[in-house]
């Protein structure tokens, strides 16, 4: 059963839109979602549907600024002015909280893909404690000195036009490169999957198509900065089992490369269980590609092994 529900924003004035899928039968775990940049959460439905299919209890909430979670149109990919990594971070807490009380005594997972990796990633260091398992899925890295000059065109931009300005040029700086290997296909949303229908209806899609804020930028560029630092991730538990899953065709994670260093990095941080597996052939959205019941696969059995620790 797909429920929608709303809980108040940590911004003060937005109602945050969520989806909790249910299973028919008996709950055995949670996993909660949390989306990527510019797309909703239920763009997860066919993933969703299969982990109830298995005793899985899935909820996920449109982050603030996408989907549903606006007070109107024009605030899409808008976080807060000055609060706004910190809001999103703490909608995602509230949401676990509000979650385990009604299942408080099943296994707790947790699941980001590409921002909400980033905003993942974050939150495992702050409040990791009490989850079963963390998958990060399709994440990736920037250097420190390519997000300071990031932060710097982005202030220099609201001085001038105020912080809901959508600024082309940063958005080229934060996506730009990404369909330059698969130029030659039908459309500039290639690089998100080598499945067609799947590109094809993002790009047509009204709720994947708007250009962020640089406020939103702004805001993500410190988030991202944050999981950079070292003290970070050496707050995240070392009990906590973390897999690191992307399609090697997948540019944010330069593909492989990067996510491969970050895998590293949480292993030299003494965390007991750490995962990582690359798909070969897939790009970014990996729970969208043409193999994607393979995918579907492989993280349950990765949550089930984990389930009963």
Request: with cysteine; net charge positive.
């Amino acid at each position: 059963m797909k429920q929608e529900f709303y809980y108040p924003s940590k911004d003060g004035r937005t109602k945050i839109h969520a989806i909790e899928w249910i299973p028919e039968g008996e709950v055995t775990a949670v996993l909660q979602i949390c989306h990527g940049m510019v797309e909703y959460i239920d763009r997860y439905d066919e993933f969703a549907r299969f982990l109830n299919e298995n005793g899985y209890y899935v909820v996920g909430h449109d982050h603030l600024g996408h989907g549903q979670s606006v007070v109107s149109e024009d605030k899409l990919g808008f976080f807060h002015e000055s609060k706004g990594n910190a809001c999103v971070i703490g909608d995602i807490h509230y949401l676990r909280k509000f979650i385990q009380k009604k299942y408080p005594d099943v296994p707790y997972f947790m699941l980001g893909h590409s921002m909400g990796s980033f905003l993942l990633r974050q939150y495992i260091g702050l409040y990791g404690n009490g989850i079963a398992g963390a998958i990060v899925m399709g994440t990736g890295s920037k250097s420190d000195f390519i997000l300071a000059v990031g932060k710097l065109v982005c202030r220099i931009s609201a001085f001038v036009k105020g912080w809901e300005y959508r600024s082309n040029l940063v958005n080229s700086m934060a996506f730009g490169g990404f369909n330059k290997k698969f130029a030659h296909e039908t459309t500039g949303s290639n690089w998100l999957s080598r499945n067609p229908v799947n590109a094809q209806n993002y790009a047509k899609d009204p709720l994947c198509n708007f250009v962020f804020t640089v406020n939103a930028y702004y805001q993500m560029f410190c988030g991202i900065q944050a999981v950079n630092r070292q003290e970070r991730n050496e707050k995240v538990p070392k009990t906590l089992p973390i897999f690191f899953v992307a399609g090697k065709g997948d540019p944010v994670g330069n593909f492989g490369k990067s996510v491969e260093n970050i895998y590293k990095n949480y292993k030299s941080c003494g965390i007991q269980d750490v995962s990582i597996k690359l798909y070969e052939k897939d790009r970014h959205e990996i729970l969208n590609e043409v193999d994607r019941r393979i995918v579907f696969e492989d993280l349950l059995r990765w949550m089930e092994k984990r389930k009963n620790r």
